[in-house]
Nanobody, 125 residues
Framework: QAQVVESGGGLVQAGGSLNLSCSAS????????MGWYREAPGKQRELVAV???????IYSESVKGRFIISRDNAKNTVYLQMNDLAPEDTAIYYC???????????????????WGQGTQVTVSS
């Protein structure tokens, strides 16, 4: 049984918005920093945003001011609200639960992290 499950991807025109959701098991969610990565064709996986257990957030420069990450601890769910989308945002978006809170470090791979299967986001010009 998958422990981390994403939803909400799809096709949107440039300038539009999408909201991604990611649910995790309670046992994992309550101890984990939750984050979103993305992987575009031919590119390395890129950290997009992180939301720590107490709610502090980190964003990559490429999405700062356009994307908002939030978590609902009662629902064991993290969200990524993506606004003003551009074609360069096209990628597979992966949710991760990281109990060691290492996403904004050089550590890779993330030990003990749980990954979702990914959800496709396509932005047309």
């Amino acid at each position: 049984q998958a422990q981390v499950v994403e939803s909400g991807g799809g096709l949107v025109q440039a300038g539009g918005s999408l909201n991604l959701s990611c649910s995790a098991s309670q046992a994992i969610f309550k101890i984990s920093a939750m984050g979103w990565y993305r992987e575009a064709p031919g590119k390395q996986r890129e950290l997009v945003a992180v939301c720590r257990t107490l709610g502090s957030t980190i964003y990559s420069e490429s999405v700062k001011g356009r994307f908002i990450i939030s978590r609902d601890n009662a629902k064991n769910t993290v969200y990524l609200q993506m606004n003003d989308l551009a074609p360069e945002d096209t990628a597979i978006y992966y949710c991760v639960a990281d109990p060691n809170d290492l996403m904004d470090t050089e550590v890779w791979p993330l030990p003990y992290a749980s990954w979702g299967q990914g959800t496709q986001v396509t932005v047309s010009s």
